[in-house]
């Protein structure tokens, strides 16, 4: 098995903290690396109503089959509106709102994440270059517009359950998220 480190990083301006899992060494190659963003539901709870659960676990298949990557776990809960807003979404979304009018309806963006820290952790560890797993191209764009290259895009699909089928549908028809 490769050596696996984990890493804290806190951010300067929000004194949140996020962590780094490095497995293994990467060389010149772009490692392959994974944002996830904090779901108190999906990745602890089990929850079926989004696709979070089950993408972490498979990131972390991936990076060990690969044998090596980073996965960065950030602080963002609810897409960055925090765990009670997100609960807040989640009970809209069971009044017939998607997740992206839910957000909406309580005065967010969709998408209220940034990818700066996660940029600046990636260059801590010296990491200029990923090969970023990922549907969602803001992150793409988010961590290439802080400066870290972004070599290849790797798809992370998970099955749609009858609960979360319609989560994953709003995110690609209204966030643009990437089949």
Known sequence: ?????????????????????????????????????????????????????????????????????????????????????????????????DTVDANRRLGFADDERDYAHAAAMLRALGVERVRLLTNNPAKVRGLEAAGIAVAERVAHHMPANPHNADYLAAKRKKSGHLP
């Open 1 to 97: 098995m490769p050596e696996t480190q984990i890493v804290a990083f806190r951010g300067t301006d929000d004194g949140q903290e996020h962590v780094a899992l490095v497995v293994g060494a990467f060389g010149g190659a772009p490692a392959l690396v994974r944002l996830h963003s904090e779901c108190l539901t999906g990745d602890v709870f089990g929850s079926l109503k989004c696709d979070c659960g089950p993408q972490l676990k498979e990131a972390l298949r991936l990076i060990g089959a690969e044998g090596g990557g980073i996965l960065l776990y950030l602080r963002q809960e609810g897409r960055g509106i925090g765990l009670a807003n997100k609960l807040r979404a989640y009970a809209l979304q069971d009044r017939g709102l």
